[in-house]
């Protein structure tokens, strides 16, 4: 047995018909059993193998494998060897992956407790805000999109590269299962009304805990699968050119604290921040001068373009809203509670056909005066740009009297 399991080539074989025999229709269960008897566990890497091999010695489809990838995920539960991954280090894109997923894991685990309150519900006309607390969990995890987009235009191309071309395409395949998931499990969180218990259970069972659970799934086939295999696979280099290029397309639910950057390689000369001078027609600067003048301005920035997606926000010492990057990217409806989302759409559409181009409001809050203005960005032509977004604490400026004049500066000694 002992020379069994040390063969990474009888190991692949005995994997390939226990596949094959789920595919057949054997139950998970036998398989399993299976499993655990002849080979205990398989190394993370071996498993990518065998569907590659399979998918290439034309035994199966990609369509039969994105079919069958649950049942595979199901039987290998628990009997995945990681024992052989290296330590990754803190801010590298698989870390990142990897705890982002666990905060998709964490919100789909919220959900899981939210669906068991539906058999406290004591009338209909409790399941409208039992739906719209499910659908703010929901919206959270919409995120997962920038988790998905990463990967595929980012990690999939560079497997390809490495003759890794099966599984990404079937993963590929579930991401588009899990977004129509999402999509419906959206619109249904959003037009309760009408619903009678039957309904709701029915929605609960049928719609919402298959999205959230094929979100938690397909985490799990990152951390014990695809990850590790990645991590493995892609040189520094490669690595730091997902790295850079991350920040176009945002984090989901989670914002590194650390930047990484790989040792012993050229890649850290391959870009200066300073070297590029921004052009505009009133002048000129770097990104780091650019960025040194829109965090110093006293006011938060937020700029949604005219996709609606969050693009850029300020990073001044003492934000009034809290921002993080992981909202990059995002839709700005997500960011809103549901109860204001209508507002937001309608400050959109006005700006985006010409009505509007100005939308103010304040508020008191926490003791303080904040004022928030919304403006319309065109271009030279009138094109609409996007929208942005400055909040401003104005409680000590509403209080001056009198005048401190240039002449009146004095430093504090």
Known sequence: MSELINNSERRKELLKKMILKLHAGESVDEVRKELITLLKTIPYGEVVEVEQQL??????????VLKFCDLHTQALDGHIDLSGMRIVPPGHPVDTFKRENAELRKVAGQLETLYKRIDTLKSEQEIPSFFMEMKSLFNSLMDVEK?????????????????????????????????????????????????????????????????????????????????????????????YEICKQTLEIGFCLYDPDVEWKPENTEADMTESHDSDLIHLPSGSFTKTELQAILNILPVDMTFVDKNEKVRYFSQGKERIFQRSRAILNRDVKLCHPPSSVHIVEQIQEDFRSGKEDHAPFWIQMKGK?????????????????????????????????????????HKTE
């Open 369 to 409: 005066f904040i004022f928030i203005e919304y403006y319309a960005l065109r271009d030279d032509n009138g094109n609409f740009l996007g929208t942005l977004e400055v909040s401003q604490d104005l409680t000590e400026r509403r209080a001056l009297k009198g005048e401190q004049r240039i002449l009146s500066y």
């Open 55 to 64: 998918i290439n010695e034309g035994a199966l489809s990609n369509e039969e």
């Open 147 to 239: 988790h998905y987009v990463r990967k595929e235009n980012l990690l999939f191309p560079y497997l390809e590269r490495y003759g890794i071309t099966g599984p990404p395409k079937v993963m590929w395949g579930k991401h588009d299962e899990i977004r129509e998931l999402l999509k419906a499990s959206i619109e249904l969180l959003g037009s309760p009304e009408g619903f009678t218990m039957e309904d709701a259970e029915t929605a609960v069972k049928m719609i919402l805990q298959p999205a959230s659970a094929a979100v938690a799934d397909m985490t799990l086939k990152e951390d014990q699968i695809l990850l590790p295999m990645s991590y493995d696979k892609l040189t520094e280099l490669e690595w």
